[in-house]
């Protein structure tokens, strides 16, 4: 079920299995970007997701700015609400640089703070991220 469909992202639920997909595509300026993070986080709230995927092969990048602002709102959320239990990433063989960068940074911010909980993987397709977070 489509939840939202918006420049740089559209988000569906996978109802029966408490997950979303969000699909990142072209580049997403730091407005824009905090005001897309805000809808998700909504959504998990909403819809109770304990898993996400996220697709960012055709996704540019984001600032560091926002690469905080997302690590910020990742720890608030697990500290507020729960857990995500499982997130898979894909990237495109092709990856854009800065977006894959900006993902690593990401990632790693949030790991030093606090997410020993959370099992996150990386994956070359959507087939089989979509494989390996659901089958739990």
Do not use: C
């Amino acid at each position: 079920m489509l939840l939202l469909d918006e420049q740089n992202l559209t988000v569906e639920l996978l109802k029966e299995d408490n997950a979303l997909l969000m699909t990142w595509n072209g580049y997403t300026s730091d407005d824009h970007y905090k005001r897309l993070l805000d809808e998700v986080y909504g959504l998990m709230k909403k819809h109770e997701i304990k898993k996400t995927l996220h697709d960012v092969s055709k996704h540019k990048g984001i600032t560091p700015t926002s690469q905080d602002y997302a690590a910020e709102q990742s720890l608030e959320f697990s500290q507020k609400h729960w857990d995500i239990e499982r997130r898979a990433m894909v990237f495109g063989p092709n990856q854009d640089v800065f977006s894959k960068f900006g993902i690593q940074r990401f990632v790693k911010k949030v790991e030093d703070i606090n997410y020993q909980k959370q099992h996150r993987e990386f994956f070359d397709n959507l087939d089989d991220a979509k494989s390996w977070l659901l089958t739990k």
